[in-house]
């Protein structure tokens, strides 16, 4: 037996039974291996508490990471919900003063209030300063616009109750098919001037006067010579004074009389097909003094709900340029100019 194998320490294990002896032998070698052992065991312990705070760390880390990750999308969701709600309102302010300044003009407010174009909205960022500059701008303009409405009266043709602003159809049942202009005829296929709006809706729809007056002729023109007025089917003419006078025309029939006074929202017929329609719709259009004739204007400067694409344009001729072609209330049956 070599040195190494020789015994140093030896425990011996007596049972109080009495049984067998059981004995251990500590050798050198086996000294050597425990202490082996024992140095590996440590190393790995040292090795596991040197890199434990690097791996919580990590692990804190990537969890903070990825939290701050979800924050800053959240943030910038929010970020892009707030730049599209303020694109939103600055459309919905442009559009008010769009407008007002209409109703400036059918008023007769000071002409620099609705002559004025009102700047387009800018690219809207949240907390920008263009942005928030013209937001200020336009929301004084706004206010000014609303003072002249308030402050005016004296420069209308007829009186305030009898200005033709309020809608002839609900807005909501009313689908403008041919606005005021130039147009194809869908019956000549020619190119003609088309002097009022014609809104589809349902046959039957309840038609209601635009402002207070009096009723010059309601029915169908009915005669063996050529008139103009035959091609508007059963139609009512109301005077608001003035000068002022609506058109409602392809009407189904008729609630009122010549001669009857009216109110605005008061029932005056329902939509039709009467007359050159291919659909049920209502004619309306709109006759204001203009140079000393009662012509036809663009409905929309009048009716708000009513689409308007160019309204700089529109406010500098509003008689859209059109010939004087236009049906003659003088050849209405009992009408007068």
């Given amino acids: 037996?070599?040195?190494?194998?020789?015994?140093?320490?030896?425990?011996?294990?007596?049972?109080?039974?009495?049984?067998?002896?059981?004995?251990?032998?500590?050798?050198?070698?086996?000294?050597?291996?425990?202490?082996?052992?024992?140095?590996?065991?440590?190393?790995?312990?040292?090795?596991?508490?040197?890199l434990l705070p690097f791996g919580v760390h990590g692990l804190l880390t990537g969890f903070t990471l990825e939290a701050a990750n979800v924050e800053n999308r959240g943030l910038r969701k929010r970020g892009e919900e707030l730049r599209?709600?303020?694109?939103?309102?600055?459309?919905?302010?442009?559009?008010?003063?769009?407008?007002?300044?209409?109703?400036?003009?059918v008023v007769g407010g000071r002409r620099e209030e609705w002559q004025t174009p009102n700047q387009e909205p800018p690219a809207f960022e949240p907390f920008d300063e263009t942005g928030l500059s013209w937001l200020v701008a336009s929301t004084?303009?706004?206010?000014?616009?609303?003072?002249?409405?308030?402050n005016a009266a004296a420069s209308t043709p007829c009186p305030l109750a009898a200005l033709p602003t309020g809608p002839p159809l609900d807005p909501s049942?009313?689908?403008?098919?041919?606005?005021?202009?130039?147009?194809?005829?869908?019956?000549?296929?020619?190119?003609?001037?088309?002097?009022?709006?014609?809104?589809?809706?349902?046959?039957?729809?309840?038609?209601?006067?635009?402002?207070?007056?009096t009723v010059r002729f309601?029915?169908?023109?009915?005669?063996?010579?050529?008139?103009?007025?035959?091609r508007f089917g059963t139609l009512v003419v109301v005077d608001n004074g003035g000068g002022v006078y609506v058109v409602f025309a392809h009407l189904r029939e008729t609630f009122v009389r010549r001669g009857q006074e009216v109110k605005r929202g008061d029932r005056i017929g329902s939509v039709g097909a009467s007359g050159w329609t291919r659909v049920p719709a209502l004619y309306l259009e709109i006759r204001w003094p203009?140079?000393?004739?009662?012509?036809?204007?663009?409905?929309?400067?009048?009716?708000?709900?009513?689409?308007?694409?160019?309204?700089?344009?529109?406010?500098?001729?509003?008689?859209?340029?059109?010939?004087?072609?236009?049906?003659?209330?003088?050849?209405?049956?009992?009408?007068r100019g």
Avoid: Y
């Avoid at 599209?84 to 003009?105: F, S």
């Avoid at 004084?140 to 308030?150: H, S």
């Avoid at 309601?218 to 035959?230: D, K, Y």
């Fill in 84 to 105: 599209e709600q303020a694109a939103q309102l600055a459309e919905n302010l442009h559009d008010e003063i769009q407008r007002a300044r209409r109703l400036a003009w």
């Fill in 173 to 213: 049942r009313a689908v403008p098919v041919a606005l005021f202009g130039w147009r194809v005829s869908p019956f000549t296929g020619k190119e003609e001037a088309h002097h009022g709006a014609t809104l589809a809706a349902a046959e039957g729809t309840l038609v209601r006067a635009t402002g207070a007056g």
């Fill in 290 to 335: 203009r140079e000393g004739v009662s012509r036809p204007l663009d409905p929309a400067l009048f009716q708000l709900f009513m689409p308007l694409a160019n309204l700089d344009t529109r406010l500098a001729e509003p008689d859209g340029g059109l010939p004087d072609d236009f049906a003659r209330l003088e050849r209405l049956p009992g009408g």
């Fill in 140 to 150: 004084a303009r706004l206010k000014d616009l609303e003072e002249v409405l308030v």
């Fill in 1 to 50: 037996m070599g040195v190494g194998r020789e015994p140093l320490w030896e425990v011996q294990w007596h049972s109080s039974r009495g049984g067998k002896v059981r004995r251990w032998l500590l050798t050198r070698s086996g000294v050597r291996r425990f202490w082996v052992a024992a140095a590996c065991v440590l190393v790995v312990v040292l090795a596991i508490f040197c």
């Fill in 218 to 230: 309601a029915g169908a023109v009915r005669e063996r010579r050529s008139n103009e007025w035959t």
